[in-house]
């Protein structure tokens, strides 16, 4: 076991170092850029970011709270609101992920709900995430031109025929075993996993746009370009969603968001945009976690 960690973390580490390491070449290739641009941030435009947010995190929290409430006692929304927003701020940090779900079954614990029931929970959370989100990338893709049309409604039939048969109950059950070495011991059905598939899709929606909002803060973007913009944040969260190696995707999502904005903004707006997008959600974070544990 020491020896898999030992594995991991030096992967881990390496994985960072490279994606610092673009990131550096990247501001450095970019520095004349940065120092000739026209800093003039419109401030004003963080009101309507945060608001976006905020409809951001209520889809994240009502998908979550669906999960719960199907997998133990019903609890208020305001009290998953609470929960989900204190420990999503521990996703921020290196093995945020693990840091997240002990998290929550230690809050959930106090309100009488199994260990297991939030251990389930965030296994689900994690799948129904990335399968809602691969038909999504097909439609990135090929917004992109990555992809001709017969080939993106080839794939996206493939991705949705994915979804489909991932989200089949049955199938669930038996990724959860092997995944966690013990049976599900949740009867779920279709009525369950198809809607919560929509409320991600949702999630990953809405953080596209809030994207866009983000990019707005640097640049009149105009529309024409918006679905380009969903694209990026659907394609650089799901290459860290599945960078194992990579803790919490730190480093990962912000370099392939700069390649991807890369392709359609000049030098320095797509790494501006990168590096902005987690800070300033990483502050949205923090004010959500914050009232939430004052709200307790």
């Not at 026209?38 to 905020?54: E, G, K, M, T």
């Not at 999503?88 to 997240?100: C, D, K, Q, T």
């Not at 493939?158 to 995944?179: E, G, N, R, T, W």
């Not at 009149?220 to 969603?241: E, K, N, R, T």
């Amino acid at each position: 076991i020491r020896q898999k960690f030992s594995w991991r973390r030096a992967a881990s580490a390496v994985v960072l170092l490279v994606c610092a390491g673009f990131l550096g070449y990247k501001a450095y290739d970019s520095w004349e850029a940065l120092r000739a641009y026209d800093w003039q941030i419109q401030y004003i435009r963080l009101v309507p970011s945060f608001l976006l947010y905020l409809v951001y995190l209520f889809f994240a929290v009502w998908g979550w709270q669906s999960i719960m409430n199907r997998l133990a006692h019903r609890l208020p929304f305001v009290d998953h609101l609470r929960i989900y927003s204190f420990t999503n701020l521990m996703r921020r940090i290196p093995a945020g992920l693990v840091w997240s779900t002990l998290g929550r079954v230690y809050a959930y614990q106090k309100q009488q709900i199994p260990a297991r029931a939030s251990a389930v929970g965030s296994f689900l959370e994690i799948v129904l995430a990335v399968m809602s989100g691969l038909p999504l990338a097909v439609l990135a893709a090929y917004a992109f031109g990555f992809l001709p049309p017969w080939a993106a409604i080839m794939l996206g039939a493939v991705a949705v025929a994915l979804d489909l048969i991932v989200l089949h109950p049955a199938v669930l059950a038996k990724l959860f075993s092997v995944v966690r070495h013990e049976p599900l011991q949740a009867k779920l059905s279709y009525r369950d996993t198809l809607p919560w598939a929509l409320i991600y899709t949702m999630v990953w929606l809405m953080g596209g746009v809030g994207l866009f909002m983000v990019a707005r803060l640097f640049v009149d973007l105009p529309l024409d370009v918006f679905a380009q913009v969903v694209g990026v944040w659907v394609l650089s969260s799901l290459i860290a969603f599945l960078t194992i190696l990579s803790p919490s995707g730190l480093g990962v999502r912000e370099l392939s968001m700069t390649v991807l904005l890369g392709l359609f903004l000049p030098d320095p707006l797509p790494l501006l945009i990168a590096l902005a997008m987690r800070l300033i959600w990483t502050l949205y974070d923090l004010i959500a976690g914050v009232v939430a544990w004052l709200a307790h």
